[in-house]
């Protein structure tokens, strides 16, 4: 295969000042589609949050095109090859935040003044060890149900914006030194900063997030596939130690595929096996399988909705 046949996946964040965010937003996905790169791109007054898809060529000059602007200049990107887009367009929004808490407030958290210490690959394998330590995985539900850290503490949301709310139940964690973690770091940095403001003393967080660490390290020690927000939907971490934790919801085996029901009405995410999900055709149950708003299910679990801007 010819490198030009070649794609590669992008994921990155920077918080940063962005004080013409709605131009900037428009002038973007006009840049983007002109280098036919696809994928989900949020920009606000905070930043820029973004996972993207092209050719290897299109790829490199978007970064160092965004690295040139002195406001993404400490950008990182988390990179994974690839033989196809992992997305179908290409959408550039503009939010409030690029990670939506419900904390945009600077005056509650700023994350370009205080978070938690980041910590690399090694680092966090050294630390996660000791006894006065908790990994705290801040994503959703559904994505810790597919894989998470050994002896990680997980939450019950089935968003980030619920984090805020958890905080109460956390404070028995007070006297430990906490971890955060999440897909690619974005969260943590609103997490350990709300932790650091609500008087948790000893806050880290993993830097570049469970991609970062399995690029650094192989991923040892974390269970299950990470989920992520794109046509893959799940992608093996660890390569040291690995273990499925996720059941399949149909016959009760071991997984590491997540669906989307494909039933619009309902749009659960839940894990199922290859076989199960073809029988299901891609549905969570028999009542969604027979409903008449089921999509066809094509093989992944994984849904876009079309958008004016596609």
Known sequence: MDRSD????????NYTTIDDASQFAEKHLAYCKSLKLRGRIYIANEGINGSISGKVEACEQYMKDLKSDARFAKIEFKIDASNEHAFQRMHVRLKKEIVFSGLRNPKIIDPTKQTGIHL?????????EQDDVLVLD???????RLGK?????????????????????LKKYKNKKIITCCTGGIKCEKASALLLKEGF?????????????????????????????????????NNVNPQFIAMCKQCDEPTNRSLNCANIDCNEQFNMCEKCSEEMQGACNDECKNNPKKRVYNGTGYYTRHSIDS
């Open 6 to 13: 070649k794609y590669l996946i992008l994921a990155y964040y």
């Open 120 to 128: 690399n690959g090694a680092e966090f394998q050294q630390m996660k």
């Open 138 to 144: 801040v994503r959703s539900n559904y994505e810790t």
């Open 149 to 169: 850290f050994k002896n990680s503490v997980t939450l019950d949301i089935e968003n980030f914006r619920e984090f805020p709310q958890k905080i109460a139940e």
């Open 201 to 237: 003393k000893d806050v880290f967080q993993l830097h570049n997030g469970i991609i970062g660490y399995s690029k650094e390290t192989g991923g040892k020690d974390f269970d299950g596939a990470l989920y992520v927000f794109d046509g893959r939907v799940s992608i093996p971490i």
